[in-house]
């Protein structure tokens, strides 16, 4: 068997597609929208080499048109749980010993089936279960996933190259075990890239995952499925269950091989599982590794100096992409007095320039609906709390209707309170609250954005003075795990800007970095002496 220092490919960026009309990707992502929308689609439980299509069922709808079945997706008993796991652990010999080359080469594979024939597939499915317009699919769950596995094989390579020094006599090298045990990962609807990129990162590393997938997000993760299955993926490393979130979790967190949870979704589920663990710590064979991505209350600043024109493009942007419903999205803005005007004005006509929230199919659409009736539900009852309240005003959008789909217009607030509540509450929705300073007030106004949020994911800083700018960057070094300087503070991409958030936003272990795989691994150092010594006495002894 040969054998060699193997070089993986150099991980690029997969280009962002157009999608313009004429286009040959547009044609292609409307036909299998079409098709999908007009066929029913099952989702069986992956469990091991089996698709388990047994059991209750619920049923898939377009947020966009909830009346509208595409589909059904298994839901898992709590012996099927058990089966998971267990058909986990039986793969993780085999998947552990696995050369590394060898799991590089079935997720690279995963990538080019990503960027060839199931673009459309994954674009089409996002498009139809989550709301999400051709734009935001294709750079969440073509570009964005393909990008993870792309740049993760290369961190991969990375960590196992670094070694320690070796003085004479000796050699010492660290290999780098999968954790003992499995993962556990459980997934949001609002990325599709972060649903594929939590269980492959773990199961890149040799690990064996337990996945769950968001409920709201079954349509698209069956693709991934399909994808990892297609790039030979051995059965039972990644095992995907849907059912009851908190006898899913009980199941898992109270086993004794449980090695890790890979999180995204809310703080308050965080912070409950985080308990779990804890109360179940003396069951485990290891200690866990907790890597989670929480809430946000994310921030855009403009100093006066800032250009009006470039932060009411960034508020657009950064809070009404995707409905709003980015982790990462601009929910709270800080203006100053001399400029607050000329940027809501912009602001206004950018939002009266913009079409009602209607279908993804329509790609003149750049809203759609937010993601079920419960998230359509506290968005209005926000919107209307505002409407009736002395220190608030919506002065854009404030309009909703779920009688098709889960539509609520992007909607400005403006607030004469900087802790009004939704300068403080995460809304997950295309809400954003405008609160106006007194230009002299820059330092205060600076103090009160650290310390209004519990979250620390991302914020904005938007100013032509690099004293300002410089001063922002220091006093919010603690509330922002990715800080942007004169830009909207969504858009991460992988190997460029690592992505993640301390405080009440996760433990801040920088997904698309090799600092996030580090987690999935558990190093041991070998040192091997080549000439052994005889004698117990050291020189000194005399």
């Known amino acids: 068997m040969s054998k060699g220092f193997f070089q993986v490919p150099v991980a690029v960026n997969e280009p962002v597609k157009s999608y313009a009309p004429g286009s040959p990707e547009r044609e292609e992502v409307l036909k299998q929208y079409r098709k999908y929308y007009k066929s029913k689609t099952e989702v069986p439980l992956y469990i091991g080499e089996h698709e388990v299509s047994v059991g209750d069922t619920k049923p898939i709808s377009p947020p966009?048109?909830?009346?509208?079945?595409?589909?059904h997706y298994y839901l898992a008993e709590a012996e099927q749980i058990d089966a998971a796991i267990e058909t986990a652990l039986q793969a993780r010999p085999a998947w552990a010993a696995l050369t590394w080359e060898q799991r590089a080469a079935i997720f690279l594979k995963a990538a080019e089936l990503l960027a060839g024939p199931y673009r459309a597939k994954i674009n089409a499915a996002t498009m139809i279960g989550?709301?999400?317009?051709?734009?935001q699919a294709e750079i969440d769950s073509a570009c964005e996933l393909i990008d993870f596995l792309r740049f993760n094989v290369e961190f991969m390579s990375q960590i196992y190259s670094e070694q320690p020094d070796s003085s004479e006599g000796i050699w010492n090298r660290v290999e780098y075990r999968s954790l003992e045990g499995f993962v556990y990962a459980i997934t949001p609807f609002n990325f599709t890239a972060i649903a594929g990129n939590?269980?492959?990162s773990a199961a890149?590393?040799?690990?064996?995952?337990?996945?769950?997938?968001?409920?709201?997000?079954?349509?698209s993760a069956k693709v991934i499925m399909d994808v990892f299955k297609e790039a030979g993926v051995p059965p039972g490393v990644i095992n995907m269950v849907a059912g009851n979130s908190a006898m899913i979790s009980e199941k898992a967190l109270t086993h004794p091989d449980f090695a890790g949870i890979h999180f995204t979704g809310s703080t308050e589920v965080f912070n409950s599982l985080w308990k779990q663990i804890g109360d179940n710590i003396g069951t485990y064979k290891t200690y866990p590794r907790?890597?989670?991505?929480?809430g946000g209350k994310d921030f855009i600043i403009a100093h006066p100096t800032a250009n009006a024109r470039q932060v009411a493009t960034a508020i657009t942007r950064g809070a009404f992409e995707f409905q709003g419903q980015k982790c990462s999205a601009a929910s709270r803005i800080y203006l100053?007095?001399?400029?607050?005007?000329?940027?809501?004005?912009?602001l206004k006509a950018d939002l009266a320039s913009i079409k009602p929230p209607g279908t993804p199919e329509d790609m003149s659409n750049f809203v759609s609906s937010v993601i079920d009736q419960k998230s359509f539900d506290k968005l209005a009852g926000y919107i209307d709390r505002a409407k009736k309240d002395k220190?608030?005003?919506?002065?854009?959008?404030?309009g909703y209707n779920k009688s098709k789909g889960y539509f609520i217009e992007p909607t400005v607030i403006l607030t004469t309170d900087p802790n009004y509540v939704t300068m403080e509450t995460e809304l997950f929705g295309p809400v954003v609250t405008v609160y106006v300073y007194k230009d002299k007030d820059w330092s205060e106004a600076l103090k009160l954005v650290d310390t209004t949020s519990e979250y620390a994911l991302t914020g904005a800083v938007f100013s032509g003075d690099r004293y300002a700018i410089d001063e922002a960057t220091k006093v919010l070094e603690n509330c922002a795990g990715n800080f942007y300087i004169n830009d909207k503070p969504t858009g991460a991409v992988v190997g460029q800007q690592p992505f993640g958030g301390a405080r009440g936003s996760g433990t801040n272990d920088k997904a698309g970095s090799a600092q996030n795989l580090m987690r999935w691994v558990s190093p041991r150092l070998i040192k091997e002496t080549f000439v052994s010594p005889e004698d117990y006495r050291y020189p000194f002894l005399g």
């Open 290 to 294: 907790i890597v989670g991505e929480t």
């Open 130 to 135: 989550q709301s999400k317009t051709v734009h």
């Open 198 to 200: 939590l269980p492959s």
């Open 391 to 398: 220190k608030a005003e919506v002065i854009a959008g404030g």
């Open 64 to 71: 966009h048109d909830h009346k509208h079945i595409i589909g």
């Open 204 to 219: 890149m590393m040799g690990n064996v995952v337990l996945w769950k997938p968001s409920s709201t997000q079954m349509f």
């Open 336 to 346: 100053p007095e001399s400029k607050a005007e000329k940027t809501l004005e912009y």
